[in-house]
Each structure stands twice: as C-alpha cells, then as structure tokens.
C-alpha cells in the first residue's frame, strides 16, 4: 500500500511516519510537507534512509505538486496544518489557505486519483470551550462552535472533508483529538515551553488565572488511535480522541513540571492572558473504546517524565528550534505584550 502523510516533519506528523513504518514495514510512505518554522527534518533523522520512505517538499495549497505526490496512493493520512492558536491570533491568513484551502485541494486530488480512504486529523477545538467544574465533555455529536482562528479553519477543513464524503462519495475518516504532547513538541506550546524555558533558568508563562484545563494526550497514543481508525476500515465517520479522566488545570500541569524537575514554585509567572481563551476541553472517547478497543496507555505522570528526559536530552533539537525566528515570536508574544501594559 502506498500512504501520503502531509506534514509528516512536524510534531504528531513526524511520530506517525516513524509508527506507520514500523508498524506496516512493506508499505511505502511518502511525506508532503512545506517545512514551514513548525517542519523539521530533524524530526526523522532516524527514519530518512529507509528504502520504503519518500519525502516531498511541497505546499498543501498547490494542487500541482499536491496531484504529484498523490499519484498510486491508496491512503492519506493529513497532518498538515497552521497549528498555534496564538499566531492565529496574530496572523490569520495563513490558517485560513493551508487548514481549509489546502484541505480541499487534497480532497479534490484524492478523489481525482481514487484514493481508497482519507484521513483527517482534527481537533477538539473545533467544539467550543466547557464550563470548569462540569461534567460535561466533548463528544461526536457536540455541535461545532470554534472560537479561534485556528479552530475555526480547522472546523471549515472537516466540514469539507465531510462534504467530499457526502457528496462525491470519498471514503473518509476524520479523528477529533485533545492536546497532544511529547518528544519533538514545537516549543511554543505550553508543556515544551514550560520544560525548555526552565531548561533555559527562566520562568514557565501562565496565561491568566491559570485555570484554564486541556486534555492531555501523550503522542504514541494518538498515533495508535488513528492507526486503529485505518485498519477498522469503517468510513464516513469520525472519532473523539481524548487522553484523561480527570480534570488538570495549567497550573497544576505547570506544577508537576516543576515537581519532576525539582524546582520550587516561584519558576511560575502570570501573564496576559490569550484572546478568547477557552477556558476547559475534555474529551468522551468511549466511542472509540467500544468500536475499537482503544484507551490512553500512558498515565500523564509517566509520560511528562518521559518528555522531560526527552528534553532533558536532547538540548540540541531544541536550542536550535528556539533560535532565529523563534525569538521574534517570543518577543511578540510575550516580552512586547508585558513591556505595553
Ligand atoms: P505542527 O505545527 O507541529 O506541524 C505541522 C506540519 O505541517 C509542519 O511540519 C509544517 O511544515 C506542515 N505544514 C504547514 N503548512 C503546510 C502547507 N501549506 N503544506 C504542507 N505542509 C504544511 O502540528 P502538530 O501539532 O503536529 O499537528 C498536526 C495536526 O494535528 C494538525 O492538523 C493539528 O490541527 C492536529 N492536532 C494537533 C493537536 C496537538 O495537540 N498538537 C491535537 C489535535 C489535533
Ligand atoms: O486541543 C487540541 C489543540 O491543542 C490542538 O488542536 C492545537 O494544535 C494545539 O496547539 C493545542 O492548542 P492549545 O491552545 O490548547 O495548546 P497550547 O499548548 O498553546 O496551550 C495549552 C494551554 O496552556 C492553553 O490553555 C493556553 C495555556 N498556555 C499556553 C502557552 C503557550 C499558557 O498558559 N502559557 C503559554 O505560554
């Protein structure tokens, strides 16, 4: 079988490509991916020289080198996205022509070449924010209400994926997952920055009051859930993808970094809060457990000390993702917003 990853060099992408070789050894993979400042071939250093992987550099958005790369494909499997919520609130535009343009520029070219199955990796923001101390929880039948540019496109990017099954028959799969988080996370998001930060003698940012809660995911899961997706062979439907059972807010994930660390409290800093911040996500992922037998394997404890040895090692990968253009981020981001209150 031949299988397209788009944005195979980034976060989740990357540790897809290596479990999708390891785990499938005859398959043929091939990986689009722009390299945006999110794509690193550092990534998959230790995949790059197997005879059974191919890497194309090449846009979402241009339906030529897209038609190239999708030529005897069977499968797709689509990563590639503007990711960060926070850059979506400073710069839009591009979230809105690669997450749902060159969605549909996929989907055009995988029904053109009579792709077998079209997986789309989606999110849990697409459903909104919950109420703190609630019992409720995202599910498949939660209406969409995104409330940020990045969670917006996303939501155009599986109404489309929808719309190409309903209408032109392409068989899909969409997967809506909560925060992922382990080796080779960009750090911008929270728990790298946290960890890299402090690696660095500065402080972990908390944005507001630090009660805000995601549902954290360690990455290997979230690959073994879309693999399981794929080889179930169901299409025209989609699957919540969650990783806790209990609520954990910012400030206490921020808590146990420091924990494992052993660093005291005072390594944590108030800052101005995201625009629109959702304040709580929680994912019901018993759909998948019933039709599928998947269930989170790694315990948060677990897997932010494996992530924090990850880092620990790996200062390299790291330093150089946070050098150049990472720091013109920062300083927007953070240093700049302080400096203007
Ligand atoms: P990432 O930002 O680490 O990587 C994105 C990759 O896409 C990069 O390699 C980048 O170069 C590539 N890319 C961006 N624009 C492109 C374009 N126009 N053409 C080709 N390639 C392009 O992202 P991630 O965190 O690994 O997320 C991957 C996918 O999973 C995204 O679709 C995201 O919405 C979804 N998702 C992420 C999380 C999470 O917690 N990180 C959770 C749920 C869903
Ligand atoms: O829920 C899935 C989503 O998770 C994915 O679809 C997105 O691609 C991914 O980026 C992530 O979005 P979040 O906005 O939830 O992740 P982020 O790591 O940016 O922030 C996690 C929480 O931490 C959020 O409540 C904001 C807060 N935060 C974040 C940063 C970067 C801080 O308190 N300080 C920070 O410096």
Redesign the pocket.
């Given at each position: 079988m031949k299988v397209l990853i788009?944005?195979?060099?980034?976060?989740?992408?990357s540790h897809f490509v290596r479990y999708w070789l390891k785990n499938h050894p005859d398959d043929e993979v091939v990986n689009?991916?722009?390299?945006?400042y999110?794509?690193?071939l550092e990534n998959l250093l230790d995949i790059e020289k197997n005879p059974h992987y191919t890497f194309i550099q090449?846009?979402?958005?241009d339906p030529q080198a897209v038609d190239k790369a999708m030529a005897g494909v069977n499968l797709v499997v689509h990563?590639?996205?503007?990711?960060?919520v926070d850059r979506s609130i400073m710069e839009p535009a591009n979230f809105v022509t690669?997450n749902v343009v060159?969605t549909q520029v996929l989907l055009e070219s995988a029904l053109k070449h009579q792709v077998d199955h079209f997986h789309h990796?989606?999110?849990?923001e697409v459903f909104g924010s919950l109420e703190l101390n609630t019992p409720e929880k995202f599910n498949e039948t939660t209406p969409y209400d995104p409330r940020s540019p990045y969670s917006a496109a996303?939501a155009g990017s599986d109404h489309l994926v929808r719309a190409y099954g309903e209408t032109f028959g392409l068989p899909y799969t969409i997967s809506n997952?909560?925060?992922?988080y382990g080796p080779y996370h960009?750090p911008e998001?929270f728990i790298p920055l946290a960890i890299t930060n402090l690696l660095e003698g500065k402080k972990i940012p908390i944005y507001g009051d630090g009660l805000n809660v995601r549902d954290w995911l360690f990455v290997t899961d979230h690959c073994r859930a879309i693999d399981l997706i794929i080889l179930s062979k169901k299409t025209m439907t989609t699957y919540c993808v969650g990783g806790l059972q209990k609520d954990h807010s910012n400030l206490e994930i921020a808590k146990m970094i420091l924990q494992i660390m052993n660093l005291p409290e005072d390594r944590i800093e108030f800052v101005t809060d995201r625009l629109g911040h959702d304040r709580r996500y929680s994912v019901d992922w018993s759909k998948i457990n019933q039709d599928l037998g998947w269930s989170p394997s790694v315990t948060l404890e677990e897997g932010l000390k494996l992530t924090i040895k990850w880092y620990q090692q790996n200062t390299v990968w790291w330093k150089r993702v946070k050098s150049g253009q990472y720091q013109e981020y920062y300083q927007k981001q953070y240093l700049d917003r302080k400096n203007n209150e």
């Amino acid at each position: 079988m031949k299988v397209l990853i788009t944005g195979g060099a980034g976060f989740i992408g990357s540790h897809f490509v290596r479990y999708w070789l390891k785990n499938h050894p005859d398959d043929e993979v091939v990986n689009l991916d722009l390299l945006t400042y999110a794509g690193n071939l550092e990534n998959l250093l230790d995949i790059e020289k197997n005879p059974h992987y191919t890497f194309i550099q090449g846009d979402i958005r241009d339906p030529q080198a897209v038609d190239k790369a999708m030529a005897g494909v069977n499968l797709v499997v689509h990563f590639a996205a503007e990711t960060h919520v926070d850059r979506s609130i400073m710069e839009p535009a591009n979230f809105v022509t690669t997450n749902v343009v060159g969605t549909q520029v996929l989907l055009e070219s995988a029904l053109k070449h009579q792709v077998d199955h079209f997986h789309h990796i989606s999110t849990d923001e697409v459903f909104g924010s919950l109420e703190l101390n609630t019992p409720e929880k995202f599910n498949e039948t939660t209406p969409y209400d995104p409330r940020s540019p990045y969670s917006a496109a996303k939501a155009g990017s599986d109404h489309l994926v929808r719309a190409y099954g309903e209408t032109f028959g392409l068989p899909y799969t969409i997967s809506n997952c909560s925060n992922n988080y382990g080796p080779y996370h960009f750090p911008e998001k929270f728990i790298p920055l946290a960890i890299t930060n402090l690696l660095e003698g500065k402080k972990i940012p908390i944005y507001g009051d630090g009660l805000n809660v995601r549902d954290w995911l360690f990455v290997t899961d979230h690959c073994r859930a879309i693999d399981l997706i794929i080889l179930s062979k169901k299409t025209m439907t989609t699957y919540c993808v969650g990783g806790l059972q209990k609520d954990h807010s910012n400030l206490e994930i921020a808590k146990m970094i420091l924990q494992i660390m052993n660093l005291p409290e005072d390594r944590i800093e108030f800052v101005t809060d995201r625009l629109g911040h959702d304040r709580r996500y929680s994912v019901d992922w018993s759909k998948i457990n019933q039709d599928l037998g998947w269930s989170p394997s790694v315990t948060l404890e677990e897997g932010l000390k494996l992530t924090i040895k990850w880092y620990q090692q790996n200062t390299v990968w790291w330093k150089r993702v946070k050098s150049g253009q990472y720091q013109e981020y920062y300083q927007k981001q953070y240093l700049d917003r302080k400096n203007n209150e």
